[in-house]
Each structure stands twice: as structure tokens, then as C-alpha cells.
């Protein structure tokens, strides 16, 4: 939770809503969402296994820094948590990934079939948090949660795409990123301001901030899946590496001199520690472990000053700020 | 077409507007959208092979009954049409099925990852019509669609439950149907109200009257999936059974006498003609076809009373009288 800062106060309100959401529906689909979340072990039993609610807890710092109650904010909160589960959900069918947060994956559980029932579940009950709001500023956030997910989307059949692909361009997979991660935390801070009564102008600049922000944390996120401390990821070292991903140190590294000995190497078997360790190598020769971390701050920068430009105090934003920094300095 | 009756008047000015619905947004997607909606083929060129629209046309159809124009209803109408492609598009991919429309299914084109994206993109642009509405009855609408898909999905999620199962009984399974597909004909139906106007009790009314008639339609979809005559439906006779789906006819037998030597043979190659024969056979002695029937026109029945219980002039009904009839008096 230590990446959420001084945004993790919201926490016990949060939890409290997500689970009033979440309080009556189909018991199956309820007791798979349970597990999803981290509040249940597939057996049922208690469990505090969840993400880091990100999303949400921006969203309801946003509200707080426009001048009304976090409170105000929960129904956006809410909503973006579970659409992003959803979308978790359904990527790990889509990259057949085993694990989440330690654990097996939903599909692992019960299924391709059903885990695409239980992502649409998801989906579902997280729209509708939002629209049934009556607050002045839920149409404006539904809509923008309507746009990000669309984004989310195009996003996803790009990462998708780009499996097939050698060629991909720093451009392109910072596109794909704006859509796939950075859509949903701008759709984040901009539901937040939303409701908080913000004007239009201060709603879309803080989308942006949130937007740009998203973006250096999957930036970020791509140089501790290759450069990371195995000691505060948890994770192996080279995580990404060992599991062939296409971050964007690769893609960066696969249009210079030593994109054919990469190429090469990311057909070869993954468990081969040597491999690994020579992918690595050769990203940090083609500058890649600079350019990413160049790239994380210029986008971190580049929402630090949207946020100058919302009009907000710094008492205000100060946590805003603060979080933006995190987002870049955190080393899991 | 000719099951939707009356209703194809509405065609036209639908389909302009489930066009224009789709008319921006990521190329890929489109293009597998209108793929989908049968209006292009795989390779681009033109094609003329979508449903038969069956729940936007009554959408408008119930507006204009209320008294206002179907064109008050387009955005409710094209809403749904796109949330029947999202279910179809992922149940294509849980269901494993191959073709649809006689087409490709679109896992079959793109693969299940992609398909899952295609899916979420329609249902999303689906609701967007909804939300972005001003129209006074445009929330309550959209309460009924979100209402629609939880149910929906809860359906698809027993659907697939039961093909591990062979005690299911009648009312669970025509739980499963009210869900699966009595759920979305009932919110096509109460939308078309809601936009026009019509008072909640109404509204609510014309919703159940939508939903019994979606149990029907589907009942006598499993009715002619066993006994369908093949020059009409274009499918070989008895095609759900050559595909062993546990329809109800087959539901209603396993309970019987009969269940034994029925599940035997629904674990037999589905090629052997004999095997689907002595299947049919079978059901008929379980006397399931007769209840098969009789459950068909006793919903249908139940519609009608619901219909003449909402207040409508004869006059003002008469298409969605005529379109409860042809529902299970159709032969394809």
C-alpha cells in the first residue's frame, strides 16, 4: 500500500463502499469478486490480497483537493476500481497470465468462460455506481469513464497486436500506454473533480495530469519489470524479461544495432537464466534503461506542470503532488 | 426478416442511426464491428448478413405504441442492439461456436483475446448511446440496461454452469432463459417506453410484457431447435441436438424415464445421424415436445395479458400484438 501515500487515508470509507456495492447480486459472481478484489481466498475464507486502489484513492484526493468531501467522490471511486478490475480480469485470459498478486488468476479458477462473464459482471456493476448518481457532475463522469474505457480498450487490442511485432515504435507503445493504463487514472482524477463540482476547464486539465501520470507509472512499471530490486518487487529480478514481455526497454532496444540478437533471444526458452541476463545487457548497451527512466520523468514533469496549471493551491493539490512523485520514485 | 413483422418498418431509420453510432472511433474495431453487424464480410466488401434486429425494432415500436415517435427511441434502440452483439460476440468465444449467420464467428476470425476486446468495445459504445441522451426518461433507461446485463450475464454464467450438470430442472432452467434472454427483450421493451415518456408503472409493465415474450421466443427457439423443418430454419433438422446442447426439451427428458439413455447418448459423437435420432425419439416419448410447447404459447399468453394490462388501445398495440404472435408462431 506504500505506493498510495498520503492518499491511503481514504482507504477505510473506500473499502467500506466498494463493499456496499458489491452487497447483493448473483452469490456466485458476488463470492468471485470477493476473491478478485482481495477479500477472500478462493475457499472463501478471509484474505487481504487486493491491489493498491490506486484509482480510487486519486479520484477521491482529487475531490478533497477541489474543495469538496472525498465522500462525494465515491461513486466515481468505486466505479473506476471496478472497471479496472474488469479489465484485469480479462487480460489475464487475454495473456494467459497464471498469476495475480501472488495468486491464481480468475480463468485459472473457474475458466476462460466464466472469467469473461465475471469481467463483464465487474464492468457492469461498476457503471452503474456512477450512473445512478444524482450529482450534478455524473453525467460529465460517466462520460469520461465511457471515453476511457473505449480507450482502454483500443489500448488493449494494440498490446495485443504488437505480440506479432518487431517493429514497434517508441511512439506507438506510448500510444498504446496512454490508452491502456494512462486513460483509466485520468478518467480517475477527472471523475473526481467531476463530482467535486469542478468547472469544465479545471475537470480536463486535471484528466490530463491523471492521464500523464498513468502513463510514467506503466513507464516505470516497464523499468522495474526488467531493472527492478528483487528484494522490494517481490518479484524475480528481470521479471518481464523472464516472461518475454514487450516493455518498452525492448521495443526500444529491438530498433537498434541489437534488435536481431534480441529478437533471437526472445524466441529462445524463458526459464534460461543466461538468456536473461544477456537480454539485459544488451538493453542497457542500446540505452535503454536511460531512455525509459528519461521518459517516466518527462511524462511525470509534464503532469506536475498540468497540475501547476489547475489554479489549485499547493496546500491544496499537496497530496496530488506528492503521489505524482511517488509514482516515479517507487521501486515496486 | 419476416419475423420481425410489422416492425421492419422501423428498419430504415435504424439502421442510419446504429451507423452513425459507430461512425469514429479505433478503425480495427469498426471494421470487426461491421463485420459483426453483418454489413461488411471479412475482407471489407459489402454484405447483407446481420440478425434480424428483433430488439431495437421493438424498442421503437413500444414508442410509438406510447405515443411518441420511434425516433425518440433511437438511442435506447441502438443501445441495445450493440449490448445483443457485445452477448453474442462472448458467447461465440464461451460457447465455442463456430458460425453465426452462417459467417465466421469473430473469435473465429481474430482469435478469443481479440474477440473479448471486440465484445467490451460494442457493449461500451452500446451504453454510450444511452447515457449520452438528454431525453427526460433517459436515466430510468439506462437503469433498465445495466439491470438487463447484470441479469444477462447471470444467465450466460447458469447457461454454462448446466453443461456440467444433468439434474437440471425446469424452473432452473427457465430462470436461466428469463436471464439470458427474457432480461434484454425486457429492457428493449421498457426502454422504448421510457423514452417515450410513459409513467413508471407502464414502463414497467411493457418491461415484463418484453421479458415473458423473450422466454417465449427462446422456449420455442429450443422447440425448433429439435423439430425446426430444415427448408425453413437453413439449419439440418434437430440442429441443437446434433450440437448436444442442453436445450429444454432435452432439460425436461433427462428427468424421465428416459434420462438414463439420453445422457449416455449425449456423450456419443454428435456425427452419428442414428444417435440424433433416437435422441429425438426419445424427448418425444418424454412427452417433451408437447411441454416444450405448451410453455412457449402458456409465456406468450402471459405477455398478451401483460400487454392488455398496460392501458394501450388496441389500435396503439396492434404491431406488438402482432409481433407477440409471430414470436412462437414462426417456423425459423
Known sequence: ????????????????????????GPPELLRLSRYVLGWESADGSPAAAGGKRLRPLLCMEVASACGASPVDALPGAVAVELVHNFSLVHDDIQDRDLLRHGRPTAWQLIGEAQAINLG????????????????????????????AVERMVAGQWLDLAFESRSDVTEAEYLDMVAGKTGALLGAAAGIGAALAGAGREQVERLRQWGERLGIAFQVHDDYLGAWGDVSAT?????????????????????????????????????????????????????GARERTRELANSFAREAEALLASTGLTAGAAGGLYEFGRLIVERDR
Do not use: C
Not at 506504500?2 to 452487497?23: E, T, V
Open 1 to 24: 500500500m506504500s505506493s498510495a501515500g498520503p492518499l491511503a487515508r481514504h482507504l477505510p470509507i473506500f473499502d467500506a463502499a466498494l463493499r456496499a456495492a458489491l452487497a447483493d
Open 120 to 147: 463483464n459482471f465487474l464492468y457492469t456493476r461498476g457503471l452503474r455506481q456512477l450512473a445512478e448518481s444524482r450529482a450534478p457532475g455524473a453525467q460529465l463522469a460517466l462520460a469520461m469513464l465511457f471515453e
Open 234 to 286: 517481490g518479484k524475480s529480478t528481470s521479471s518481464d524479461i523472464v516472461r518475454r514481455k514487450k516493455t518498452l526497454p525492448v521495443v526500444l532496444a529491438m530498433a537498434t544495432g541489437a534488435g536481431e540478437e534480441l529478437r533471437e533471444l526472445y524466441r529462445s526458452p524463458a526459464e534460461d537464466p543466461a538468456h536473461t541476463a544477456r537480454i539485459v545487457q544488451l538493453l542497457e548497451r542500446a
